[in-house]
Antibody, heavy 124, light 106 residues
Framework: EVQLVESGGGLVKPGGSLRLSCAAS????????MSWVRQAPGKGLEWVAR??????????DYAAPVKARFTISRDDSKNTLYLQMNSLKNEDTAVYYC???????????????WGQGTLVTVSS | SYELTQPSSVSVSPGQTARITCSGD??????ARWFQQKPGRAPVLVIY???ERPSGIPERFSGSSSGTTVTLTISGAQVEDEADYYC?????????FGGGTKLTVL
């Protein structure tokens, strides 16, 4: 069974930093393209960042609102995805979801799995 | 960057057909996916590659594509289909979600 478990959320002051983690299991993590997606209270889904698998060159991409403030990374030896968030703003308040795509399991190569999310609140 | 546009809300009675559209230039180049999200829950994939249905998703969910628009169709919508629906597409260097459509079935 695929599992994505986010952790590291909490309350932080504007200008502060936070590091989110996502522990993955049940699928070939090193093959997967991993993303962070956030959802502000009462709002829609917003893509934040993506990191490709190392075999697909491991490049990272960011949404404009977080570029230069957030850093996505992965540790394939630990099956874990990270999001380092710096210079946090009130508008970064959201539930942050970890997602996994682009891997094959049981002959199916179009899965798109989500964790349950972790809440980040930026407030003074 | 690309954008995907969805209607903010769609309403149908139980047993009717619900159609939710999603428009954007990226859809002429890349496939779309559709996600269903119920309150307090993580999104769930219901359609991939414009019109393919993952195992476990009811047959009443289907997708289609024409030019810059993709459509999610729920044939014979049921009360439990009431949820927010998001379209999604991805390129080599970005990912985009539609703004979401609230489907009401009552």
């Amino acid at each position: 069974e695929v599992q994505l478990v986010e952790s590291g959320g909490g309350l932080v002051k504007p200008g502060g930093s936070l590091r989110l983690s996502c522990a993955a299991s049940g699928f070939p993590f090193s093959d997967a393209w991993m993303s962070w997606v956030r959802q502000a209270p009462g709002k829609g889904l917003e893509w934040v960042a993506r990191i490709k698998s190392k075999i697909d060159d491991g490049t990272t991409d960011y949404a404009a609102p977080v570029k230069a403030r957030f850093t996505i990374s992965r540790d394939d030896s630990k099956n874990t995805l990270y999001l380092q968030m710096n210079s946090l703003k009130n508008e970064d308040t959201a539930v942050y979801y970890c997602t996994a795509t682009k891997y094959c399991s049981g002959g199916f190569c179009n899965a798109h799995n989500w964790g349950q999310g972790t809440l980040v609140t930026v407030s003074s | 960057s690309y954008e995907l546009t969805q209607p903010s809300s769609v309403s149908v009675s139980p047993g009717q057909t619900a159609r939710i559209t999603c428009s954007g230039d990226v859809l002429t180049k890349k496939y779309a996916r559709w996600f269903q999200q119920k309150p307090g829950r993580a999104p769930v994939l219901v359609i991939y590659k414009d019109n393919e249905r993952p195992s476990g998703i009811p047959e009443r969910f289907s997708g289609s594509s024409s030019g810059t628009t993709v459509t999610l169709t729920i044939s014979g919508a049921q009360v439990e289909d009431e949820a927010d629906y998001y379209c999604y597409s991805a390129t080599d260097n970005s990912v985009v979600f539609g703004g979401g459509t609230k489907l009401t079935v009552l």
